[in-house]
Antibody
Framework: EVQLVESGGGLVQPGGSLRLSCAASGFTFSTYWMSWVRQAPGKGLEWVANIQQHGSEKYYVDSVRGRFTISRDNAENALYLQMNSLRAEDTAVYYC???????????WGQGTLVTVSS | EIVMTQSPATLSVSPGERATLSCRAG??????LGWYQQKPGQAPRLLIF???TRATGIPARFSGSGSGTEFTLTISSLQSEDFAVYYCLQYNDWPKTFGQGTKVEIK
């Protein structure tokens, strides 16, 4: 059974940093692209970043490029999102999603809440 | 980026009735269109990809159609567990973009 479990969310002040983790199991992690998708409170879904199977390609939505870094550890079956220079508008539930391109986002974690507030 | 527009924002339907949800793309996305269901407090779930292919385990009452810029998700006979928010996603062009969602509520 495919499982994705996020952790690392919490309350952080504007300008602060946070690192999210996603533990994957039930599939061969190293053979899939992976993504982070976020959802602001009461709002819709927004793709944030994705990473190629071996980490050599990474892509970001414009609003986080230069502040967020996606990475992975295939030996540990783990996906990460380092978030720096956080802003109030980054407040959201962050989901880890398997992203085999077709179909996209076929499995999701339960999400972890990031709140940026003073 | 490609803007995805869903209509209506809210759809009130009685159990057992048919629901038709629309999604329009700002430019052609071919058939690279997916539909997701999200219930309160839960992660989204993939329903449809390739505009019309049901994902594994998705009941036959869910069907998708369309290509290019106009797409439809049809739920043939609404069950109690189908009341949720539905999002479309285009994955033809970078970045992948979602519609703003359609809430299907009990009439």
């Amino acid at each position: 059974e495919v499982q994705l479990v996020e952790s690392g969310g919490g309350l952080v002040q504007p300008g602060g940093s946070l690192r999210l983790s996603c533990a994957a199991s039930g599939f061969t992690f190293s053979t899939y692209w992976m993504s982070w998708v976020r959802q602001a409170p009461g709002k819709g879904l927004e793709w944030v970043a994705n990473i190629q199977q071996h980490g050599s390609e990474k892509y970001y939505v414009d609003s986080v490029r230069g502040r967020f870094t996606i990475s992975r550890d295939n030996a540990e079956n783990a996906l990460y999102l380092q978030m720096n220079s956080l802003r109030a508008e980054d407040t959201a539930v962050y989901y880890c999603a398997r992203d085999p391109m077709t179909p996209p986002f076929d499995y999701w974690g339960q999400g972890t809440l990031v709140t940026v507030s003073s | 980026e490609i803007v995805m527009t869903q209509s209506p924002a809210t759809l009130s339907v009685s159990p057992g009735e048919r629901a038709t949800l629309s999604c329009r793309a700002g430019q052609s996305v071919s058939s690279n269109l997916g539909w997701y269901q999200q219930k309160p407090g839960q992660a989204p779930r993939l329903l449809i990809f390739g505009a019309s292919t049901r994902a594994t385990g998705i009941p036959a009452r869910f069907s998708g159609s369309g290509s290019g810029t106009e797409f439809t998700l049809t739920i043939s006979s609404l069950q109690s567990e189908d009341f949720a928010v539905y999002y479309c996603l285009q994955y033809n062009d970078w970045p992948k973009t979602f519609g703003q969602g359609t809430k299907v509520e009990i009439k």
